[in-house]
């Protein structure tokens, strides 16, 4: 079993391309570390950290899959790197572990996702109905159990924001923030349009002010979800339903009509989000994903085994810079360097 996790050579060694640096840029160094049976790419990253590089930034905190806090670009992947096995990854070749690419990097492998925070402030929360006079005596309301079921799915997001990464709408087109959630806040508003007691009417935001036209449903966002959440066919193809419908439908208009099942004004919903504007705002540094390596040709190469201090072969001018970065914006109880 032992043999089935080296990934270098046949010495037992581990290959680590870890990308270091800040937003003022930085390049790729490679650490050689011994292989152990049973890792996950973050136990690796945790023993660069003990050993040839403790100023190493990365974020997490539960280390179970649940949490959201390492998401990082692993081998070119989206992925969480407390659920990336190593010995799934392809045997003999080095592996390369970079941030997310689209948001813009604080320090190593720690990125501003802020832009998440302020999409989410645009969303109007759920507004119920008033109870009827059976659910005012039951002192609750009544719900079916498949209309509690269909929401359910949505409500398993950890926030890792890993489908936010793999977006090409976000990922390759920077001005793109300013007028597109992403998927990550569109299962958020399918959560709540699907509510059986919600009164507010997200469509015409939906594809107004948060974009929901310029997704074309690649299912990228669905393929590296860690809770397997069906993104594209659950939440964001039965959106882009009801926004036609309740613009282009004539026979559903005069439905709701007719059975007085109507919902409150777009601009009503959006009086209720806890802020307003475009999806997004930009974040206020200018750097976005990796910044343009220093001239340095080919990635340094660090060896180091369990115990040995930071290698030499690191450069001064690098440390320097990355211990000057800091922690500046991380809580200190989800980030190491």
């Given at each position: 079993?032992?043999?089935?996790?080296?990934?270098?050579?046949?010495?037992?060694?581990?290959?680590?391309?870890?990308?270091?640096?800040?937003?003022?840029?930085?390049?790729?160094?490679?650490?050689?570390?011994?292989?152990?049976?049973?890792?996950?790419?973050?136990?690796?990253?945790h023993r660069v950290q003990a050993t040839a590089a403790?100023?190493?930034?990365?974020?997490?905190?539960?280390?179970?899959?649940?949490?959201?806090?390492?998401?990082?670009e692993i081998n070119g992947r989206p992925s969480l790197?407390?659920?990336?096995?190593?010995?799934?990854?392809?045997?003999?070749?080095?592996?390369?572990?970079?941030?997310?690419?689209?948001?813009?990097?604080?320090?190593?492998?720690?990125?501003?996702?802020?832009?998440?925070?302020?999409?989410?402030?645009?969303?109007?929360?759920?507004?119920?109905?008033?109870?009827?006079?059976?659910?005012?005596?039951?002192?609750?309301?009544?719900?079916?159990?498949?209309?509690?079921?269909?929401?359910?799915?949505?409500?398993?997001?950890?926030?890792?924001?890993?489908?936010?990464?793999?977006?090409?709408?976000?990922?390759?087109?920077?001005?793109?923030?300013?007028?597109?959630?992403?998927?990550?806040?569109?299962?958020?508003?399918?959560?709540?349009?699907?509510?059986?007691?919600?009164?507010?009417?997200?469509?015409?935001?939906?594809?107004?002010?948060?974009?929901?036209?310029?997704?074309?449903?690649?299912?990228?966002?669905?393929?590296?979800?860690?809770?397997?959440?069906?993104?594209?066919?659950?939440?964001?193809?039965?959106?882009?339903?009801?926004?036609?419908?309740?613009?282009?439908?004539?026979?559903?208009?005069?439905?709701?009509?007719?059975?007085?099942?109507?919902?409150?004004?777009?601009?009503?919903?959006?009086?209720?989000?806890?802020?307003?504007?475009?999806?997004?705002?930009?974040?206020?540094?200018?750097?976005?994903?990796?910044?343009?390596?220093?001239?340095?040709?080919?990635?340094?190469?660090?060896?180091?085994?369990?115990?040995?201090?930071?290698?030499?072969?690191?450069?001064?001018?690098?440390?320097?810079?990355?211990?000057?970065?800091?922690?500046?914006?991380?809580?200190?109880?989800?980030?190491?360097?």
């Amino acid at each position: 079993m032992a043999g089935e996790i080296i990934r270098s050579n046949q010495s037992g060694e581990v290959t680590m391309r870890l990308w270091r640096g800040d937003e003022t840029g930085g390049e790729f160094v490679d650490y050689v570390m011994p292989a152990q049976e049973g890792e996950v790419v973050l136990d690796v990253i945790h023993r660069v950290q003990a050993t040839a590089a403790p100023d190493l930034a990365c974020r997490w905190n539960c280390k179970a899959g649940k949490c959201g806090s390492c998401s990082a670009e692993i081998n070119g992947r989206p992925s969480l790197m407390c659920m990336t096995r190593m010995d799934t990854l392809p045997a003999g070749e080095t592996v390369t572990v970079a941030p997310m690419r689209a948001f813009p990097i604080l320090r190593d492998l720690v990125t501003d996702v802020s832009y998440n925070y302020e999409v989410a402030k645009r969303i109007p929360p759920l507004s119920p109905r008033p109870k009827t006079a059976d659910e005012e005596e039951a002192g609750g309301y009544r719900m079916a159990q498949i209309d509690v079921e269909r929401s359910q799915e949505f409500r398993k997001c950890i926030e890792c924001f890993l489908c936010q990464d793999v977006c090409h709408v976000v990922r390759d087109h920077e001005e793109n923030k300013t007028a597109y959630a992403g998927p990550r806040f569109f299962i958020r508003s399918a959560e709540l349009e699907m509510h059986p007691l919600d009164t507010n009417d997200r469509r015409q935001l939906l594809q107004e002010d948060q974009g929901l036209g310029k997704c074309n449903i690649t299912k990228c966002c669905t393929e590296v979800c860690p809770e397997h959440i069906k993104i594209t066919d659950n939440a964001i193809i039965p959106l882009k339903e009801r926004v036609v419908d309740a613009k282009y439908d004539p026979v559903a208009w005069l439905g709701r009509k007719i059975r007085n099942r109507s919902k409150r004004t777009a601009e009503e919903a959006a009086a209720e989000a806890p802020s307003s504007g475009p999806a997004a705002v930009l974040p206020a540094s200018g750097a976005h994903g990796i910044p343009q390596p220093h001239p340095a040709g080919e990635p340094v190469l660090a060896t180091a085994s369990v115990g040995a201090g930071q290698s030499d072969a690191y450069s001064d001018a690098q440390a320097e810079a990355t211990t000057e970065a800091g922690t500046d914006g991380l809580s200190s109880d989800d980030t190491t360097a």
